[in-house]
């Protein structure tokens, strides 16, 4: 035990010793309780930009302790998480969303430029020399449809 000169308890050592008699006399219940009860008495008494703030400052502190390897081992773990506890109709509504909200932010030229970027990447030169429509056509044709479909609001 650290005592002071006067022969008493540091305040150090009280509340080492106060916590371990609090988690000695509680369970997981009633720190999730705690937990919630603080965490909405915060939320109550602090703005959007406290949590944004919070937010990438912690993001920060994460970036500099972490590498390229962190990162990519994390998102594996979550990505089979998901998988896991998700089924084809929720791939197929996030990805719905997804291209509603791209359709929203971009414009006709964006889809032509993409879907011609992507021809291009799966064909090499963009001509088969078989008569059939190159991949590079049918991704320009597809990111064309796809701009007169948001042109028209679907």
Avoid: C
């Avoid at 106060?18 to 965490?39: C, L, S, V």
């Amino acid at each position: 035990m650290a005592n002071n000169n006067n022969g008493k308890m540091s305040r150090e050592e009280a509340g080492r010793l106060g916590g371990e008699a609090t988690a000695n006399n509680h369970d997981k219940e009633f720190y999730q309780e705690i937990g919630r009860k603080g965490g909405e008495a915060t939320s109550r008494s602090h703005d959007k930009e406290f949590y944004q703030d919070i937010g990438k400052k912690g993001g920060e502190s994460t970036s500099n302790s972490h590498d390229k390897e962190f990162y990519q081992e994390i998102g594996q773990k979550g990505g089979e998480a998901t998988s896991d506890s998700h089924g084809r109709e929720f791939y197929e509504d996030i990805g719905r969303k997804g291209g509603e909200a791209t359709s929203d932010s971009h414009g006709r030229e964006f889809y032509q430029e993409i879907g011609q970027q992507g021809g291009e990447a799966r064909s090499g030169n963009g001509s088969s020399g078989d008569g059939k429509m190159s991949r590079e056509e049918a991704g320009r044709k597809g990111g064309e449809a796809r701009a007169r479909q948001r042109q028209r609001g679907n």
